[in-house]
């Protein structure tokens, strides 16, 4: 007798089928899982490594080198350095791109920073890396004075005073720029009688020519994008004893009080300085925008002096005159000069020049 087939034999391979489609769902949302978790892992080492770059690269503008003469080291083209950062390294490349004719005017170049990110417990190897780039101007803060005292709104004696003038760098021996001029003034002021005056350095040692407004401009400080906002100060007061050599800037007139006091850096007073007590020495530079008046008992300043330079503006400046004094000692100190624009040197990032997808250069 023949029998019809039921469905009796079709459950198991039913059964085998439905638990190998779920196997195979199962083994795919595990896969996208561990995907979607390596996508998280690199993303995150991809952002160390642009930490890591970007922190190299601030590291590197921000050191400056110096000689033994306080003179910035300018990184030399293709200099490279390598920076450990918590987390990975950075590699650093600079390269110049704009050399000028003189080399003491600012040259332009791009500091290329690769960073790579560093999992000990994944070994050595870099698990990310990221190159940034920024476009920078080296400064070398170098600034040669017409004078040991430049006195653009001119300069006459009245009376009395020990007066000493040097244009002959005091640097230490193997430091020394060439000597500058004592005194530089406008045409038509002499402080007289010079036979009382100390003075040495180029000849001739008072060199007296062109306006008010030239000699200013003579001196290569702008003026205007000085204290203009173009110079973030340290301070916007007059800070004494400070041998860090801080940037001050003062706005407007400004009474300095000495009692056997000490300054050092750069002192900018916008208006006119008023010197007062009984001694002040100071090491560095002292650029002032109206007149000095020398009204303490003893002056002595190791860098060198500006006054007038609101000449530059079209303000007409009184002149400066040297009264009943005891002493005034202005003597070119280089040394002191770079130590006062020591902050000034090195890089200045360009605006606007910052690359992060720099690959290659």
């Known amino acids: 007798m023949r029998h019809i087939l039921g469905d009796d034999g079709i459950a198991l391979p039913t059964t085998i089928f439905v638990v190998t489609l779920v196997t195979i769902m199962i083994s795919a949302l595990f896969v996208r899982v561990q995907a979607d978790r390596r996508i998280g892992e690199s993303s995150g080492h991809n952002v160390d490594a642009l930490t890591i770059a970007q922190s190299g690269l601030e590291a590197y503008i921000g050191t400056v080198a110096f000689d033994a003469c306080d003179r910035p080291l300018r990184p030399p083209d293709g200099d490279s350095v390598r920076i450990n ?16 004719v003189d080399s003491l005017d600012t040259w332009m170049y791009v500091v290329r920073s690769t960073g790579r990110s560093i999992v000990p417990t994944l070994g050595s190897d870099p698990q990310a890396q990221r190159t940034v780039a920024q476009f920078a101007e080296w400064q070398s803060s170098t600034v040669t004075p ?5 006195a653009a709104n001119g300069l006459l004696r009245t009376s009395g005073g020990n007066l000493e003038f040097r ?9 020394e720029e060439p000597n500058i001029n004592a005194l530089r003034l406008p045409a038509g002021t002499d402080p007289t009688p010079r036979s009382d005056f100390v003075m040495d350095g180029a000849i001739p040692y008072i060199e007296q020519s062109d306006s008010k407004s030239q000699v200013a401009l003579e001196t290569g400080i702008d003026w205007s994008l000085t204290i203009g906002g173009g110079l973030v100060p340290d301070t916007n007061a007059i800070v004494l004893w400070d041998m860090s050599y801080p940037v001050m800037l003062v706005s407007g007139n400004a009474i300095l009080t000495t009692s056997n006091s000490q300054g050092f850096g750069t002192l900018i007073v916008t208006g006119d300085l008023d010197i007062q007590g009984d001694r002040l020495d100071w090491s560095g530079i002292v650029l002032v925008g109206g007149r000095i008046a020398f009204d303490a008992d003893w002056h002595e300043f190791d860098g060198f002096v500006i006054s007038g330079l609101n000449e530059q503006l079209g303000t007409s400046v009184p002149m400066g005159e040297i009264g009943t004094v005891s002493e005034i000692d202005i003597d070119y100190n280089s040394r002191y000069v770079r130590l006062a624009l020591q902050s000034l040197a090195g890089f200045a990032p360009v605006p606007n020049a910052w690359i992060d997808n720099w690959a290659t250069y």
């Open 85 to 100: 950062i918590t987390g990975g390294y950075a590699d650093v490349v600079a390269h110049v791109l704009r050399r000028p």
């Open 146 to 150: 017409p004078a040991a005292f430049t």
């Open 167 to 175: 244009g002959q760098d005091q640097a230490p021996a193997g430091c």
